[in-house]
């Protein structure tokens, strides 16, 4: 079993950047495929982006795509979402969460979340 906590959430401008960190104990994203998703108030919960960890495949909901980047740190068993360009829609709790097949978008294809971090992007 792994467990996951988010972290880098928080208030910022529209146009700015946040990066987000999901960090993983209990045993490492080896095998993984490790995806962002978030939930905006009043909203379903949305695939953001998702990293294939031993291939270090990517992949992108269009909405966010060429201002999101999502990328792993072996070392810190850390997966990061860098968000630049940031726009007030996309304010949401942000969770991280774990599959084990790639090409999953639904939240309920994954198995284990964290606990989310809150983006608030001000227009």
């Known amino acids: 079993q792994v467990q996951l906590v988010e972290s880098g959430g928080g208030l910022v401008q529209a146009g700015g950047s946040l990066t987000l960190s999901c960090a993983a104990s209990?045993?490492?994203?080896?095998?993984?495929?490790v995806g962002w998703f978030r939930q905006a108030p009043g909203k379903e919960r949305e695939f953001v982006a998702a990293?294939?960890?031993?291939?270090?495949?990517?992949s992108y909901a269009d909405s966010v795509k060429g201002r999101f980047t999502i990328s792993r740190d072996g070392a810190k068993n850390t997966v990061y979402l860098q968000m630049n360009s940031l726009k007030y829609e996309d304010t949401a709790v942000y969770y991280c969460?774990?599959?084990?097949?790639?090409?999953?978008?639904?939240?309920?294809?994954?198995?284990?979340w964290g606990q989310g971090t809150q983006v608030t992007v001000s227009s």
């Open positions: 990293i294939w960890w031993n291939l270090g495949m990517t």
């Open positions: 969460a774990v599959a084990v097949t790639w090409g999953r978008l639904k939240p309920g294809e994954y198995a284990y």
């Open positions: 209990g045993r490492t994203f080896s095998d993984y495929i």
